[in-house]
């Protein structure tokens, strides 16, 4: 019997793992780098947990611009006019379509997020394509909205 | 302390926790129908000006869904804010003011936004009629 050249039970060391990452110890056994915050690498399924928060943040704004709509409807045609100039204009724009945009990641990734919170969709291709599924989807809808608007002649630049 | 429950071999929250991811839970789950009829009414009123908004007002299960909205939505951002607050914020008494603070606003966006989908509803006089103006 040929005595392994190193410590430890080579057979049981993992050729996969979930960071992709391996390093050459001073024992010269080449093993999975251990998760960290400064060597973790980006993945989908962190990102789009990430981007639940994120987009909620911002949907948080988002809430008290939709009740400023409602004050600008209740103080009158004139107040609404100037609501809507103001939100009509390049930035206002921007910051809905910012606003739609944290809405449909938000939705999406939320969708994911219950999808598996019953215990489905854990194992990490599945996850991964949930999250990917769930990024796509969320940009895609909001785009796709806007567009819409812009080539009916809803919203003009 | 009281002995440890178990539902289907997994331990139930001893305090509260279990009854705010539900909660949690529940409001996405109403807020995923809701949100698609706001994107609808969203499309209706672009560019529809303050006419088209009103009549979209004028119409009664519009005014109420959109009031339902509002709350359901304002629910659960306050729950998912208190969340990040309970997540980064480890001094008890900034923690506290936060979650208070956040609460504080939430209310007092649906109280408002309430109080002006009602009035738009009822088609009152626009604003500050009424009021003193």
Same mark, same amino acid.
């Given at each position: 019997?040929?005595?392994?050249?190193?410590?430890?039970?080579?057979?049981?060391?993992?050729?996969?793992?979930?960071?992709?990452?391996?390093?050459?110890?001073?024992?010269?056994?080449?093993?999975?780098?251990?998760?960290?915050?400064?060597?973790?690498?980006?993945?989908?399924?962190?990102?789009?947990?990430?981007?639940?928060?994120?987009?909620?943040?911002?949907?948080?704004?988002?809430?008290?611009?939709?009740?400023?709509?409602?004050?600008?409807?209740?103080?009158?045609?004139?107040?609404?006019?100037?609501?809507?100039?103001?939100?009509?204009?390049?930035?206002?724009?921007?910051?809905?379509?910012?606003?739609?945009?944290?809405?449909?990641?938000?939705?999406?990734?939320?969708?994911?997020?219950?999808?598996?919170?019953?215990?489905?969709?854990?194992?990490?291709?599945?996850?991964?394509?949930?999250?990917?599924?769930?990024?796509?989807?969320?940009?895609?809808?909001?785009?796709?909205?806007?567009?819409?608007?812009?080539?009916?002649?809803?919203?003009?630049? | 302390?009281?002995?440890?429950?178990?539902?289907?071999?997994?331990?139930?929250?001893?305090?509260? &926790? @279990?009854? =705010? #991811?539900?909660?949690?839970? /529940?409001?996405?789950?109403? *807020?995923?129908?809701?949100?698609?009829?706001? !994107? %609808?009414?969203?499309?209706?009123?672009?560019?529809?000006?303050?006419? &088209? @908004?009103? =009549? #979209?007002?004028?119409?009664? /299960?519009?005014?109420?869904? *959109?009031?339902?909205?509002?709350?359901?939505? !304002? %629910?659960?951002?306050?729950?998912?804010?208190?969340?990040?607050?309970?997540?980064?914020?480890?001094?008890?008494?900034?923690?506290?003011?936060?979650?208070? *603070?956040?609460?504080?606003?939430?209310?007092? !966006?649906?109280?408002?936004?309430?109080?002006?989908?009602?009035?738009?509803?009822?088609?009152?006089?626009?604003?500050?009629?009424?009021?003193?103006?």
């Amino acid at each position: 019997m040929s005595i392994s050249p190193l410590p430890g039970d080579a057979s049981n060391d993992p050729t996969e793992d979930q960071t992709g990452r391996f390093v050459r110890q001073p024992n010269g056994r080449v093993r999975p780098l251990s998760p960290h915050l400064q060597v973790w690498r980006w993945h989908v399924t962190m990102a789009s947990s990430i981007l639940v928060r994120v987009s909620g943040g911002a949907l948080s704004v988002g809430a008290v611009f939709v009740v400023l709509w409602l004050m600008a409807m209740a103080f009158g045609p004139d107040a609404y006019a100037t609501f809507t100039r103001l939100m009509g204009s390049p930035l206002g724009l921007f910051v809905w379509f910012g606003l739609t945009v944290a809405a449909g990641v938000h939705f999406a990734n939320g969708t994911r997020n219950l999808i598996q919170d019953t215990g489905a969709g854990l194992t990490p291709k599945t996850a991964d394509a949930l999250s990917w599924a769930a990024i796509v989807l969320g940009l895609v809808i909001p785009v796709l909205f806007w567009v819409a608007l812009f080539a009916t002649g809803k919203v003009v630049l | 302390m009281s002995a440890k429950r178990f539902n289907k071999g997994v331990k139930v929250s001893e305090r509260h &926790g @279990a009854g =705010e #991811w539900q909660a949690e839970r /529940l409001s996405s789950v109403m *807020l995923i129908p809701l949100t698609v009829w706001g !994107l %609808w009414s969203g499309w209706i009123m672009s560019g529809a000006g303050y006419d &088209g @908004a009103m =009549e #979209w007002f004028g119409n009664p /299960l519009n005014a109420l869904v *959109l009031a339902v909205t509002l709350m359901i939505s !304002l %629910w659960h951002m306050n729950m998912g804010l208190k969340v990040i607050v309970d997540d980064y914020i480890h001094k008890p008494a900034s923690r506290n003011a936060l979650v208070g *603070l956040i609460a504080v606003v939430c209310v007092l !966006l649906a109280a408002v936004g309430v109080f002006f989908i009602v009035r738009l509803a009822l088609g009152s006089a626009p604003l500050p009629a009424g009021f003193g103006a």
